[in-house]
């Protein structure tokens, strides 16, 4: 097409070309999910039919992104790590950043109905992102390990301070006095002891988030192998992980595209 004499104004616009040879971590977060949630009538402290939407959606962005290795949900928040040498977008950091939060934030909503059939969305909700890219392997991990640390710490407290205020009866702030300057095993303590409940049994998915990530498996029957998205809830504090996931980092090849349903994340 001719060039118009309008045309300048593209220099305007800024480069923001991302770092080569490290990895991209897309954080998104949902906006006042606070609010959110209970407009909502999520279940405290952790609705599943939430947690699966999450997840769902994430694995439709997984699905559509070959360059995504990984991702990880927890809460109201996912990471998607790409993979160390993606030249998607040609690394354009906005490219990156929207496609990837418009397209999970449409499928929470094209979804919703999936799992929440007899509670209708009432309001569009909005994640926000963030880029982050980590050069090192080990930063990486540490990042991982990070946000699984926190599912750990927030649900924990979370756990206690519901079954307080559900089964215990007392007022949140009375719950939330209770729980003032305890440490873990003083939790631990309060489920077990006063209501019976053992912290470990609870739902791993609660427990460690859902980790999304890539599986080769060799159908015999097509005589080929597929790529496949499946849910972990995997200890990625534990550095046995990484070693028996050390393929996960480093691999660069092209997935097959996967068509069919994936009933675990279902
Ligand atoms: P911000 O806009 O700053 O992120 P926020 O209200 O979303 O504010 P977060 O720190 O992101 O604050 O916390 C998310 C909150 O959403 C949790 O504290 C919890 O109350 C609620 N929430 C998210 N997912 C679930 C779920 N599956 N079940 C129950 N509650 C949930
Ligand atoms: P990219 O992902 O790079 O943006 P694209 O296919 O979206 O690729 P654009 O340059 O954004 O490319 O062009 C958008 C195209 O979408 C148009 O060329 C046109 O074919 C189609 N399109 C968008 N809106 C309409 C509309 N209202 N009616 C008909 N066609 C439309
Ligand atoms: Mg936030
Ligand atoms: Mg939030
Ligand atoms: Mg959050
Ligand atoms: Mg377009």
Known sequence: MAKSTFEYVKNFEQDDTLLPNSWIVVRLDGKCFHKFSEDHNFTKPNDARGLKLMNYSAYAVLSEFNDLLMAYGQSDEYSFIFKKNSTLYKRRAAKLLTTINSKFTSSYVFYWNKFFDEE?????PAFDGRIVLYPSEE???????????????????????????????????????????????????????????????????????????????????????????????????????????????????QYLNYEGPVTDIL
């Open 139 to 253: 930063n990486l991990i540490d990042y991982m390990k990070w946000r699984q640390a926190d599912v750990h710490i927030n649900n924990l407290y979370n756990t206690t301070f519901w079954t307080l205020v559900l089964q215990g009866n007392l007022s949140p702030a009375q719950a939330e006095k209770r729980l003032c300057g305890t440490v873990s095993a003083d939790k631990n303590e309060i489920l077990f002891k006063e209501f019976n409940i053992n912290y470990n049994n609870e739902p791993e998915m609660f427990k460690k988030g859902t980790l999304l990530l890539r599986k080769t498996l060799s159908n015999e029957a097509l005589n080929k192998s597929i790529s496949v998205i499946v849910d972990v809830h995997s200890d990625m504090l534990k550095d046995t992980f990484w070693k028996e996931h050390s393929n996960l980092l480093t691999k660069t090849k």
């Open 120 to 124: 209708p969305l009432k309001y569009p």
